[in-house]
Antibody, heavy 121, light 110 residues
Framework: QVQLVESGGGVVQPGGSLRLSCAASGFTFSSYGMHWVRQAPGKGLEWVTFIRYDGSNKYYADSVKGRFTISRDISKNTLYLQMNSLRAEDTAVYYC??????????????WGQGTMVTVSS | QSALTQPPSASGSPGQSVTISCTGTSSDVGGYNHVSWYQQHPGKAPKLMIYEVSKRPSGVPDRFSGSKSGTTASLTVSGLQAEDEADYYCSSYAGMGLWVFGGGTKLTVL
């Protein structure tokens, strides 16, 4: 079945770096755009970044622009999020989400279970 | 990139209907019919319930419906059931490859 599995979360000091991964299965990964969405403890969802199906364009929320980089490896069916210069306010559960297909391109139709990132000294 | 505005809470008794609003601007909700709604139970990942303002993915009960007027979108849950108790989030495409979410609404089934 269609599945997204995130990994790579953990505890990191302010100013540090972390790389998250999202392994995709059950669908043609190379045909769909992908997102990262985060949720701080007890807070709402925040869209973080989007990469087009072919990796040709990447978009970022102002809150992470210049610090985070989204990428994808089609050969490994894996989405990545490189997070640098981490701040306490980046503490959150990070979800990867698949963009919908032809009918739902602007919706997030499949979500992973999330991976927790804690930025603390 | 300001968050869409949702009421923090909503409630209704089993069998009743409840409507949750989601207010944005002409740059997001008002500018595109790309509004979607997500249900999130505690400790779980969000689940797509409505896309393109009013369309339901396969498997979502028809008790869930969506609409939009101007810069405000709405999610209506009819015939409330205990399992509908959850947090609900709206989202809108905001142009230029950007998306925005609402702050979330906690739905309580009394």
């Amino acid at each position: 079945q269609v599945q997204l599995v995130e990994s790579g979360g953990g505890v990191v000091q302010p100013g540090g770096s972390l790389r998250l991964s999202c392994a995709a299965s059950g669908f043609t990964f190379s045909s769909y755009g992908m997102h990262w969405v985060r949720q701080a403890p007890g807070k709402g969802l925040e869209w973080v970044t989007f990469i087009r199906y072919d990796g040709s364009n990447k978009y970022y929320a102002d809150s992470v622009k210049g610090r985070f980089t989204i990428s994808r490896d089609i050969s490994k069916n894996t989405l990545y999020l490189q997070m640098n210069s981490l701040r306490a306010e980046d503490t959150a559960v990070y979800y990867c989400a698949k963009a919908g297909g032809e009918v739902t391109p602007y919706a997030f139709d499949i979500w992973g279970q999330g991976t927790m990132v804690t930025v603390s000294s | 990139q300001s968050a869409l505005t949702q009421p923090p809470s909503a409630s209704g008794s089993p069998g009743q209907s409840v409507t949750i609003s989601c207010t944005g601007t002409s740059s997001d909700v008002g500018g595109y019919n790309h509004v979607s709604w997500y249900q999130q139970h505690p400790g779980k990942a969000p689940k797509l319930m409505i896309y393109e303002v009013s369309k339901r993915p396969s498997g979502v009960p028809d008790r869930f419906s969506g609409s939009k007027s101007g810069t405000t979108a709405s999610l209506t849950v009819s015939g409330l059931q205990a399992e509908d108790e959850a947090d609900y989030y709206c989202s809108s495409y905001a142009g230029m490859g950007l998306w925005v979410f609402g702050g979330g609404t906690k739905l309580t089934v009394l």
